[in-house]
C-alpha cells in the first residue's frame, strides 16, 4: 500500500497556502487513480486492490476527486492569479481501471477549474489488458494525447516474475487501438527482474523497438522495503538483483534504442526527438509547480511540499468533511532546495547549470570529466550533463557534486 508518508509540519485543515502563486511559473497537474487488480510484488507504490479499501468505493472515486480539485481552485485562487494546465497526467494504479467516462469526468475538472493550456500534454497510464479501441477512443475524445502503457516486459517467466498478469500480445493490441485513436504512444520497460537474462531483456527491448512507440522508458528494479519482493528475497526464495547484470542491460537498452533512433533524455527514458520527451516529468526534475489529486499524491507550489493522507477511505473522509485531505507539509531551505536541484537536473540530457553549483561542487567537475562520468565539453560550455558510464553512477555523480 505504498511506503510511509514524510515527516513534516501538519497541514491546515483548510489547506491554504503560506506563499504567494508565481504566474510565471508551469503548472502541472497529477491525478492519482490507486486502483489495481493484483498487487506486483515489486510495488511499492499507493496502490489498493478491491479487498484492500475498507468502504472506499471506485465507483465514487471520480466525484470525490473533484471536490480536491474545487478546493484547490479556491485555495490557489487566494494565492495568486490561476494558470492552465500544461500538462496532466492520470497515474497509479491503473487509472483504466476506471471507466474512460471517470476520467474524463476528472480532466473537465481540471479544465473547467484551472483551464488546459493549448497544445497540453495529458497523459493516462494504462496496463495493456485495459486498451480497447473503444476505451481509447473515448479516452483522445475527452482531451488525452498520450498513453503510456505498461508493458514491463515481452517475456513470459519475467511477467510471471513480476506477478504482471497480462499476455505479451495484449501490448501490441494495445498500442494499435492507442494508435488508431491518434494518441502518442509510450512503453515502460523493467530491467532486473528475478530470472530475467540478458537475452530476455533483449528480446523485451526489440519487442518494443518492433512497435515503433514514441516514447520508452526502462527502470531498473529496485527492492522497496515492505513488498512481496522484499519479503522473498528475505527468505531466500529469490535472488538480490544483481548490479552488474543490471549496468549491462542499462548499457544494452541504450545501445539498442540509440540504434533505433531514439535519444536519451532523462536517465531511464527514451524518445523520438524533442516532441516526445514527456513534458510532465520533465516539470518533475525541472522543478516546477504540480498539485497532486488523490490518496497520497504529492505536490509542490511555490517551493511548498504537501501529500495527501494515503488512504482512499480517509481522503473521501476528509474531503466529504469538507477539508483539505493534505496529511502534512514542509518547505525546504535553500540548502535543501540546492542538493534537490543537483539531485533531479544532473538525470537529464539538458543538464546542470555549473552556476548552480557550490564552490566545493565546482572543483570536483575537472575529476569527474578525467573518471569520464561528466561530458568535458559541456562542461566547458556551463553545464554538467553525465555521459553513459556517468548515468550508472549518478547517485556518485551527486554526492561528488554536493560533498
Not at 490557489?76 to 476520467?103: E, I, K, S, W, Y
Amino acid at each position: 500500500m505504498g511506503s510511509a508518508l514524510p515527516v513534516g509540519e501538519p497541514a491546515p485543515r483548510d489547506g491554504s497556502l503560506p506563499v504567494a502563486v508565481d504566474a510565471a511559473r508551469q503548472f502541472g497537474v497529477y491525478l492519482h487513480v490507486p486502483f489495481c487488480r493484483v498487487r506486483c510484488g515489486y510495488c511499492d507504490f499507493n496502490t489498493y486492490t478491491s479487498g484492500e479499501l475498507r468502504g472506499a468505493r471506485q465507483d465514487e472515486y471520480a466525484d470525490t476527486l473533484l471536490r480536491e480539485i474545487d478546493l484547490a481552485r479556491a485555495v490557489l485562487t487566494a494565492a495568486g492569479p490561476l494558470r492552465p494546465a500544461t500538462t496532466v497526467f492520470f497515474g497509479g494504479g491503473t487509472p483504466t481501471l476506471l471507466p474512460p467516462g471517470d476520467l474524463a469526468r476528472m480532466l473537465d475538472g481540471v479544465r473547467a477549474s484551472f483551464g488546459i493550456a493549448p497544445g497540453a500534454e495529458v497523459t493516462v497510464e494504462a496496463n495493456p489488458d485495459t486498451v480497447t479501441d473503444s476505451v481509447a477512443a473515448e479516452l483522445a475524445a475527452s482531451g488525452v494525447t498520450r498513453l503510456s502503457i505498461g508493458m514491463q516486459s515481452a517475456v513470459p517467466h519475467v511477467l510471471a516474475a513480476l506477478d504482471r498478469t497480462h499476455d505479451p500480445a495484449a501490448v501490441e493490441t494495445a498500442v494499435s487501438a492507442a494508435r488508431d485513436a491518434g494518441l502518442d504512444v509510450s512503453l515502460d520497460l523493467i530491467y532486473g527482474a528475478p530470472g530475467e537474462s540478458l537475452a530476455d531483456w533483449r528480446a523485451s527491448v526489440e519487442s518494443a523497438v518492433l512497435l515503433q512507440p514514441d516514447h520508452i522508458s526502462a527502470y531498473a528494479l529496485i527492492v522497496e522495503e515492505g513488498t512481496k519482493l522484499a519479503r522473498q528475497i528475505r527468505r531466500g526464495e529469490v535472488a538480490t538483483p544483481d548490479d552488474d547484470l543490471q549496468a549491462d542491460m542499462y548499457e544494452l537498452v541504450d545501445d539498442l534504442l540509440g540504434a533505433a533512433g531514439y535519444d536519451w533524455y532523462e536517465v531511464s527514458n527514451w524518445s523520438r526527438g524533442i516532441g516526445f520527451r514527456s513534458r510532465h516529468n520533465l516539470a518533475y526534475w525541472q522543478g516546477a509547480d504540480w498539485w497532486g489529486f488523490g490518496p497520497g499524491a504529492h505536490s509542490h507550489i511555490g517551493g511548498v511540499r504537501f501529500w495527501n493522507v494515503k488512504h482512499p477511505a480517509a481522503y473521501a473522509q476528509r474531503l466529504a468533511a469538507g477539508e483539505s485531505p493534505a496529511a502534512g507539509r514542509e518547505r525546504p531551505d535553500a540548502a535543501a532546495r540546492a542538493l534537490e536541484s543537483v539531485l533531479l537536473r544532473t538525470r537529464i540530457r539538458d543538464g546542470l547549470p555549473v552556476s548552480e553549483l557550490l564552490g566545493e561542487g565546482r572543483h570536483s567537475i575537472a575529476a569527474l570529466i578525467a573518471d569520464g562520468l561528466v561530458d568535458g565539453t559541456e562542461a566547458v560550455h556551463g553545464r554538467i550533463v553525465l555521459t553513459r558510464r556517468g548515468r550508472l553512477l549518478a547517485d556518485a555523480v551527486v554526492r561528488s557534486l554536493t560533498d
